[in-house]
């Protein structure tokens, strides 16, 4: 490979570090997501800086073509994140419906309470 894919590589890694960075200062990432994407945007850069490791790993792991780890470990990457996000999802659902149901409660509360007002207030105006 030339040294414009080794560029390419390592810019691209750059950026999604920068990225990171400011999508959590701004607070639209949480650390625990942004720990995740940095250390993607680390194994780019090694292996743009360092091409042969995923040749080397290849060969320990017995493929045939290097690219295909490449492509099998980024599918893994992806239905992990897919699985963090679902149970988040799945995690939020069941606390949205648990505070509609509190509210629903105090809404019911409130509401008994308002009726116990005006009966009392009406009570107290028939003594005087």
Avoid: H
């Avoid at 080794?6 to 750059?14: F, I």
């Avoid at 999508?23 to 993607?40: C, F, M, Q, T």
């Avoid at 099998?72 to 994140?81: D, S």
């Amino acid at each position: 490979m030339n040294n414009q894919v080794y560029a390419l590589g390592v810019a691209g890694a750059l950026l999604v570090v920068a990225l990171v960075v400011e999508l959590v200062r701004r607070r639209y990432l949480r650390g625990k997501y942004a720990i995740l994407w940095l250390a993607l945007a680390l194994a780019v850069t090694v292996l743009a800086v360092f091409p042969d490791v995923l040749g080397w790993l290849a060969i320990k792991l017995g493929v045939q073509v290097p690219s295909n780890l490449l492509f099998f470990g980024a599918i893994i990457m992806l239905l992990l994140l897919v699985m963090q996000l679902s149970y988040e999802s799945s995690r939020l659902e069941e606390e949205t419906r648990t505070l509609a149901e509190e509210i629903g409660l105090l809404r019911l509360e409130v509401d008994q309470l308002r009726q116990q007002v005006p009966a009392a207030s009406q009570a107290s105006k028939a003594r005087r």
